[in-house]
């Protein structure tokens, strides 16, 4: 192999070790958050705070972790995702829908 | 590797072979062959039905008895026949309609296959173990909870196993068609049955799970003595037919939509014309698929959701009339000005477009929800299901049959035969239906045993029977002709009716790896274009090379076969705990089988170049 191709492909390595240093911090970031989110769930209970402020709190703690997880730990974040985003909403979307029907119709 | 077992040609090595095939063409004659089988099933319940109902205070079959066909009609010909019939044409066509030497998930596809016919067996054994499920095709709760036996309980057990067959092979369609397309072949340049395959498969991945949670349900109130739908006990059983409708409506679109997509492919092949409206035509199968989900209600107006809920389902259901009427209008504009050639696939096309839009015309009526309080329940839904399930769906598998026959089996179908076949299905089609809107509008409730003299409904019912004998005839007449093609047509060319999409341009029968060489795809109709151009065939997207191809398994068969023997336990051990020893070898076979897939490495095996430049085009 001669010194150029050597040199570009040492440069297309730097970065991919920037990028791959990036996603690092952003995965400890949201891993940190996931784990003082969970802090906070455990101990809105603990202090037995009025359920009316902890259920709404608890469901909204919960929402952004799967967001985490689904965006930074399972790389939705990244290109090539959008058809797996498409059918996750979609999915989402009925079954959101059971649920205001089930609310609605049937239990209100 | 199949090919070398299968030129021994054996009977035992066939059934082999076909038992451990991951091929999509073999999976799809598998799927033809026991969808053929229920529908005969399904076809002989409904002529006993008719048989039944033919006079006045007949008794041809006990009430009981009539619960039992009435329940086992609806069941299987949804589930066991008109799911699977079109599941074969997915796995014969879609593969080769983008260009792809397999689906994305060869084991899958056959794993996803034998549940279904499991889970079909199982629920037809109850035939002889002391009934059959008697609660109606929609099994509402407290009928079904309370039936007393063990029918609704195969019901459950059966639907379960082959609702999970069905999931698979949706998820398996809808990532072929991601993943799997030819280079070229972007989304605006699919032919419309691949189309309208890939929003089914959406369809199915999103409402198959509403079913899999209610039977769950229903399996729990049935076998362990939970509540969710025992009013008494602080249940509810609204919720299981929230839960079958929001399954059950989209399931209608799951099966219709496939056969749109073939119409729409065989009336602009056989009227030499590009396909009107192709953009409208994609948009139009995208909106009926999203709106799908946002009726479900219209099942439920009289149950007493309130005027509110009534009105929002009804003017959404409503709202679907109007993509369905771009299609039609589009099917219209193909067939306008196109040099038309009358063979019996698209004979039967013609005949869908009338007789599918009388079922939408009454399906809009059934809409209107305070209308509905008069029409609910009684034999005009009935005629409307049938106009647009038999007049779409089966007219449909009927016209895909004979268009895509070469494709599967390599000869055409004889088309005198295919002709003589269609006029009396045909009539008989529109005289068993047409008159049932009327015995409905008189009152004739559906789903009763029988009716008196002096209620006026005994010519419309007699004039019912006769039209469904000669369905029975057109049926008849068609299995002739599959096997007189068999013995006497020549074999067929690769493309023998001047076709346009891909499929067209590789052998009748095509070789097991599909495609020699990917093809490279110009534009939609693809093969049209190369022979506007004056080409032979595809231009090739890549040099000749290795061709990768899966391994068979046995393995799809054993998981499917142990959860058929579990399934037996499960219904039984309410009886005795023994029966709990059938649970634990099935789920053994099952667990077992999974895990050796789950360790053991099956990477699969390469055809050299060598050996195809040597073989030809044959296989
Ligand atoms: C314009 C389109 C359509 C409209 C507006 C429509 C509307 C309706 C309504 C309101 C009902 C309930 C009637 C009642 O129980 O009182 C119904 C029943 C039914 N429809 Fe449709 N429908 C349409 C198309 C279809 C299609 C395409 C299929 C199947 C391929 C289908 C299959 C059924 C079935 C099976 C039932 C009866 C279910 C049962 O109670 O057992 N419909 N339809
Ligand atoms: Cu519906």
Same mark, same amino acid.
């Given at each position: 192999m001669t010194d150029h191709t050597d040199s570009t492909s040492k440069h297309k390595i730097d970065i991919h070790k920037k990028e791959h240093k990036e996603e690092m911090i952003h995965q400890v970031i949201s891993f940190t958050l996931m784990i003082l989110f969970t802090f906070i769930a455990f101990g809105m209970v603990i202090l037995e705070i009025s359920s009316y402020f902890v259920k709404p709190v608890l469901i909204l703690l919960a929402v952004v972790q799967v967001v985490f997880q689904l965006y930074y730990f399972m790389h939705?974040?990244?290109?090539?995702h959008t058809m797996p985003a498409m059918m996750m909403f979609s999915g989402i979307a009925v079954a959101i829908l059971t649920i205001i029907t089930f609310t609605t119709i049937i239990w209100w | 590797m199949s090919n070398a077992i299968a030129q021994q040609r054996g009977l035992g090595a066939m059934i082999w072979d076909y038992i451990t095939t991951v091929d999509h063409k073999k999976i799809a004659h598998l799927y033809l062959v026991s969808g053929g089988f229920f529908f005969l099933i399904g076809g002989l319940e409904a002529m006993i039905i008719r048989i039944q109902l033919m006079?006045?205070?007949?008794?041809?079959?006990s009430a009981g008895l009539y619960n039992e066909m009435i329940t086992m009609h609806g069941t299987t010909m949804i589930f066991l026949a008109a799911m699977p019939l079109i599941f074969a044409l997915m796995n014969a066509v879609v593969p080769l309609q983008i260009g792809a030497?397999?689906?994305?998930?060869p084991f899958l596809n056959s794993l996803g296959f034998w549940l279904f016919l499991f889970g079909g067996l199982l629920l037809n054994v109850s035939w002889f173990t002391g009934g059959a499920p008697d609660? !109606?095709?929609?099994?509402?709760?407290p009928l079904s909870t309370t039936s007393a036996g063990h029918g609704v309980d195969y019901y459950v057990m059966g639907l379960q196993i082959s609702g999970a067959g069905t999931l698979i092979g949706g998820i398996n369609f809808l990532v072929t068609i991601i993943n799997m397309?030819?280079?070229?072949?972007t989304y605006m340049r699919m032919p419309l049955f691949t189309w309208t395959t890939f929003i089914t498969s959406v369809l199915i991945l999103f409402a198959f799970p509403a079913l899999t949670v209610g039977l769950f349900l229903m399996m729990f109130d049935r076998?362990?003595?939970?509540?969710?739908?025992d009013v008494t006990a !602080? !249940?509810?059983?609204?919720i299981w037919e929230h839960l079958f409708w929001i399954f059950g409506h989209p399931e209608v679109y799951i099966l219709i939509l496939p056969l749109f997509g073939a119409f729409s492919d065989i009336i602009s092949t056989f009227s030499k014309k590009?396909?009107?409206g192709y953009s409208a035509m994609v948009f139009a199968t995208v909106l009926i698929g999203f709106l799908g989900f946002m009726v479900w209600a219209h099942h439920m107006?009289?149950?007493?959701?309130g005027p509110i809920a009534n009105s929002i389902f009804a003017v959404s259901t409503m709202a679907i009339a109007v993509p369905t009427g771009i299609k039609i209008f589009n099917w219209l504009f193909t067939m306008w000005g196109g040099s038309i050639k009358m063979s019996a696939a698209m004979l039967w096309s013609i005949a869908f477009i009338p007789s599918f839009t009388i079922g939408g015309m009454t399906g809009v009526m059934l809409a209107s929800a305070a209308a509905d309080y008069q029409?609910?329940?009684?034999y005009f839904v009935v005629g409307h299901f049938h106009y647009v399930i038999v007049g779409g769906v089966v007219f449909g598998i009927f016209a895909a049959l004979h268009y895509w026959w070469p494709k599967m089996f390599g000869k055409v179908l004889n088309e005198k035969l295919g002709h003589l076949a269609f006029w009396p299905f045909f009539i008989g089609f529109h005289l068993t239906f047409f008159i049932q809107h009327f015995l409905g509008l008189m009152?004739?409730?559906?789903?009763?045993w029988t009716y008196f003299e002096g209620q006026s409904l005994a010519t419309g019912n007699m004039i019912s029977t006769v039209g469904a004998f000669l369905m029975a005839i057109g049926t008849l007449i068609f299995l002739y002709n599959i096997v007189y093609t068999a013995i006497k047509e020549p074999q067929a060319s690769a493309d023998p009716w001047d076709g346009?999409?891909?499929?067209?341009?590789?052998?009748?029968?095509?070789?097991?790896?599909?495609?020699k060489q990917t093809p490279l795809v110009r534009g939609l109709d693809p093969l049209w274009i190369e022979k506007m151009e004056g080409r032979k065939g595809v231009t090739p997207a890549e040099p000749l090379g290795d061709i990768h191809m899966p391994n068979a398994s046995v393995l799809p068969f054993l998981m499917s076969l142990g959860l058929f023997i579990a399934g037996f336990g499960f219904i039984y051990q309410v009886d005795h705990n023994a029966w709990f020893i059938a649970v634990a070898v099935g789920m053994g076979l099952t667990l077992g089988s999974m895990l050796t897939r789950s360790l053991k490495d099956d990477l699969g095996y390469h055809i050299h170049k060598e050996d195809l430049v040597e073989k030809g085009d044959g296989k």
């Open positions: 939705m974040k990244n290109k090539g | 006079k006045p205070d007949n008794e041809f079959i030497r397999d689906v994305a998930f609660a !109606g095709w929609t099994n509402y709760a397309r030819a280079p070229g072949m076998m362990f003595g939970s509540a969710f739908f !602080g !249940g509810n059983e609204i590009r396909l009107f107006f009289t149950v007493g959701l029409y609910h329940d009684t009152g004739m409730p559906r789903r009763y346009r999409t891909l499929e067209w341009s590789i052998p009748s029968t095509p070789p097991f790896y599909n495609f």
